[in-house]
């Protein structure tokens, strides 16, 4: 079992920037594909970004590419997503997730492991 928690959300103005952080704890950490979701009130729950075990892979959703970047440091298991160039339909709960496979990265059903999410609300 892997449980992750999430930190870093927050309030911030349009074009502002914030970093999300993902700890994780129970399993070996190196080996899972690692992602970020989101979730607006009224919408499905989307994909942002992804990274492999190593973090030598990652993908992009097109809405962010460009502006956000997911990274991670496996010593101290953690992943993070800095995002940058924030607007308002940013604005949602941000989910970290966890598999073991790399593909497919960006299906929900496929991911495991999900954090409690933390609220980016990014004001116009």
């Known amino acids: 079992q892997v449980q992750l928690v999430e930190s870093g959300g927050g309030l911030v103005q349009a074009g502002g920037s914030l970093r999300l952080s993902c700890v994780a704890s129970g399993r070996t950490f190196r080996p899972i594909t690692m992602g970020w979701f989101r979730q607006a009130p009224g919408k499905e729950r989307e994909f942002v970004a992804a990274i492999s075990g190593s973090g030598g892979s990652t993908v992009y959703a097109e809405s962010v590419k460009g502006r956000f970047t997911i990274s991670r440091d496996n010593a101290k298991n953690t992943v993070y997503l800095q995002m940058n160039s924030l607007k308002p339909e940013d604005t949602a709960k941000y989910y970290c997730?966890?598999?073991?496979?790399?593909?497919?990265?960006?299906?929900?059903?496929?991911?495991?492991?999900w954090g409690q999410g933390t609220q980016v609300t990014v004001s116009s």
């Open positions: 997730a966890g598999k073991s496979a790399w593909i497919p990265v960006s299906v929900r059903t496929e991911y495991g492991y």
